[in-house]
């Protein structure tokens, strides 16, 4: 021993630790997601492993982290020595599997007639973050193709595939490339029912637990509501409601939030 270390933490400041994704498993378990477009180093991990541990003393849970990496991403650190323990994420890492090549082979099971599975579809939604020479306007659009002529997905099914898509392009794309690609998601007919103002087109909780997502992050980039409502091509009206929402129910997820919000407005139109 060289000295004692300090034993008050009277100067920790209070902080809203916001994460990507919290998901509970049949288990009770949870799986805690993030998305990175640059190397995980031993800070990452250190921040990830507080959030595992704040998380799961507050809500008595055991929770795994899964770090989905952008195809940039070439060698993840996936684990660190702390005391005693060690601390580890799985990252999920994509950047080998070439998304065109993907897109081809879908497209000409379909040509022939043969049913996409689920491990096909997720793969799919996980395009954005594939590696390959194609474009993320071309694989998006394509893979947004793909989805809505899908007579296998239910419209839930499919609302959850585009938000997937959407989450990713959000992480991962400059907002010169969002503004292609949310034009690219306008020109499907669900990517229509889901941009377009209206109950019966888009006031869905899976669609606004996106919205939350998203706007979680901005918050955290500084963003004002007013500019996130002008990114996301939102009533300014509802984005300032989710702000609220995030701010005053720090503990609820995104889709608990979501379903607060859809209540709201189902009830407004009631009145």
């Given at each position: 021993?060289v000295?004692?270390?300090?034993?008050?933490?009277?100067?920790?400041?209070?902080?809203?630790?916001y994460q990507?994704?919290?998901?509970v498993?049949?288990?009770?378990?949870?799986?805690?997601m993030?998305?990175?477009?640059?190397?995980?180093d031993e800070?990452?991990?250190?921040?990830?492993?507080?959030?595992?541990?704040?998380?799961?003393?507050?809500?008595?849970?055991d929770i795994?982290?899964y770090v989905?990496?952008?195809?940039?991403?070439?060698n993840?650190k996936?684990?660190?020595?702390?005391?005693?323990?060690?601390y580890?994420?799985?990252?999920?890492?994509?950047?080998?599997?070439?998304?065109?090549?993907?897109?081809?082979?879908?497209?000409?099971?379909r040509?022939r007639?043969?049913?996409?599975?689920?491990e096909?579809?997720?793969?799919?939604?996980?395009?954005?973050?594939?590696?390959?020479?194609?474009?993320?306007y071309?694989?998006?659009?394509?893979?947004?193709?793909?989805?809505q002529?899908?007579?296998?997905?239910?419209?839930?099914?499919?609302?959850?595939?585009?938000?997937?898509l959407?989450?990713?392009?959000?992480?991962?794309?400059?907002?010169k490339?969002?503004?292609?690609?949310?034009?690219?998601?306008?020109m499907?007919?669900?990517?229509?029912?889901i941009?377009?103002?209206?109950?019966?087109?888009?006031?869905?909780?899976g669609?606004?637990?996106?919205i939350?997502?998203?706007?979680?992050?901005?918050?955290?980039?500084?963003?004002s509501?007013?500019?996130?409502?002008?990114?996301?091509?939102?009533?300014?009206?509802?984005?300032?409601?989710l702000?609220?929402?995030?701010?005053?129910?720090p503990?609820?997820?995104?889709?608990?939030?979501?379903r607060?919000?859809v209540k709201?407005m189902?009830?407004?139109?009631?009145v």
């Amino acid at each position: 021993m060289v000295y004692a270390a300090p034993t008050e933490l009277a100067d920790i400041k209070v902080s809203n630790l916001y994460q990507d994704y919290n998901y509970v498993m049949e288990d009770g378990t949870w799986r805690h997601m993030e998305f990175t477009s640059e190397d995980i180093d031993e800070k990452d991990l250190k921040r990830f492993r507080a959030y595992e541990a704040l998380a799961s003393y507050q809500y008595n849970v055991d929770i795994m982290t899964y770090v989905v990496c952008s195809a940039k991403v070439k060698n993840p650190k996936s684990r660190i020595q702390a005391g005693f323990n060690t601390y580890q994420v799985i990252p999920i890492c994509l950047g080998d599997r070439d998304a065109e090549v993907l897109l081809k082979t879908l497209m000409t099971k379909r040509s022939r007639r043969e049913p996409l599975t689920r491990e096909d579809f997720i793969q799919l939604a996980l395009c954005p973050i594939m590696g390959g020479s194609i474009s993320q306007y071309k694989r998006i659009k394509a893979a947004l193709k793909i989805i809505q002529d899908s007579t296998a997905l239910s419209y839930e099914e499919k609302e959850t595939l585009v938000s997937v898509l959407y989450v990713l392009a959000d992480k991962f794309l400059n907002s010169k490339e969002m503004e292609i690609i949310k034009g690219v998601m306008k020109m499907t007919k669900l990517g229509q029912m889901i941009f377009e103002d209206g109950v019966s087109q888009g006031h869905t909780e899976g669609y606004y637990a996106t919205i939350t997502g998203i706007l979680r992050k901005k918050m955290q980039e500084g963003v004002s509501p007013d500019a996130v409502a002008k990114y996301l091509n939102l009533d300014k009206e509802y984005t300032q409601r989710l702000c609220s929402l995030l701010q005053d129910l720090p503990a609820q997820d995104d889709l608990e939030i979501a379903r607060t919000f859809v209540k709201e407005m189902e009830h407004r139109q009631q009145v």
